[in-house]
């Protein structure tokens, strides 16, 4: 197998791969117990497995959920009780940051560990502020916004409020995202807030000028929307998100979540992913060049547990099409730990035991995130085998190649300098080996490979 590379295309400057402590860390933040196999608490031991460099796969975005009172008055109707998230309202006007305990500490930890890239998201505004004092709709409401425009700057403050007292820890928060997925109804199932264009423009209008307001918070740049489908309605938040200058002020990038949820109803092309990721692509080349994209959320979304290679596989080929046509800066995942018998998360929890499980999808997520160093540039790359995809990063004079074959055959392939090889497949997990020039690599069937190299 030939690999071509051409240095002189270059695309986006890539900053990291991470994922959110959504539905688990306020769990797992609780777990002190021993891990045999490291001597670490448990929890402490998850959070190095993701985030640190050299005992991990040193993811370096870590996703926190400003909860919004759900965990704390009982109101609503979830599927989970996990699904729930407590807040720091202390129900008196004021903030009580010792709440959420056992969340915070895995966001702390993360940070400790070689996070140094926080996102605050919100699904929900704090109950207190909710139009039926829920962190979501009631039943029988439909594409109604649960905040009304009376209480958009209230939100503002309190969100900052949580971000500047953060900030003031330490901690490396870099991005506040106010509205998550506002495209979906939620009335029910989990905290959320649905939004039009046109009001989750006006949100997002509202925290901005707040945040210019706050010295503290100089550090701090807005994240979103976050818009929950790559196909429906992505051009229309984009609009009205960059149409205030406030907001194009303190915005990085376009956020947006990579789910398409395949229907079987739809014609093909409407669950043609890949062409809406390219059409988006063109669209904001034309409309708002030179704005980063972001990818801030994905994961499987298969009933089932799955921890083998076929949901590892697919996960690659998201993040090689999101990286490598849509051009995203990051790349971050839903939830990093599961609990549930679901294709979803990084790592499988056993709430009973108190222990975890490593799945494929960790260590093919390593071969992106423990390898790509922060800031390195992505080129051209090429192969002459179409069962073969390649991505190519550079940095400071060293080439990060990723080459996922999704066929099952074995391909050989080999280069002008000697490498580093890292392989995940049925077999291997990040296993390192070690070729010198011209030398043959044979790369696996089913497997995603980094090759470092020295140019």
Known sequence: ????????????????????????????????????????????????????????????????????????????????????????????????????????????????????????FVNSPIESLTKNGKAHLDKNQIFRTNLSPKNYCAFADYILDVTEHFVGEGLPIKYLSPVNEPMWIWNGGQEGCHYSPRQAGKVMLCVARKLMQRKNLEGVRLSGVENGDIRWFNKSYTRHLLKYPEVRKTIDSVDIHSYCLTQKFLPAFANDRLAFVRRFRKWMDKKYPGIPVKMSEWCHMCGGKNTGMDSALEIAKVMCEDIGILNVTSWQHWIACSLYDYCDGLIYLDTENKSFELTKRYFVTGNFSKYIPYGATRFEVQTDDSDVTALGFEKDGRTYLILVNFSAEEKKTSFESDVLVSVTDKDNDLNEHRFGAKEEIKISPESVTTVVMED
């Open 1 to 120: 197998m030939k690999i071509i590379l051409d240095y002189s295309k270059k695309y986006q400057r890539f900053e990291g791969i991470g994922a959110s402590g959504a539905w688990w860390a306020q769990i797992v933040g609780g777990w002190n117990n021993t891990d045999a196999e490291s001597g670490l608490a448990v929890r402490d031991r998850i959070s190095q497995l993701l985030y640190s460099k050299t005992e991990g796969i040193g993811m370096r975005v870590y996703r926190y959920n400003i909860g919004d009172g759900s965990a704390d008055s009982g109101r609503g109707d979830y599927s989970d009780p996990a699904r729930r998230a407590s807040s720091f309202d202390d129900g008196r006007g004021g903030l009580d940051f010792s709440k959420d305990a056992n969340a915070v500490y895995m966001m702390r930890r993360a940070a400790y560990d070689g996070a140094d890239e926080i996102v605050l």
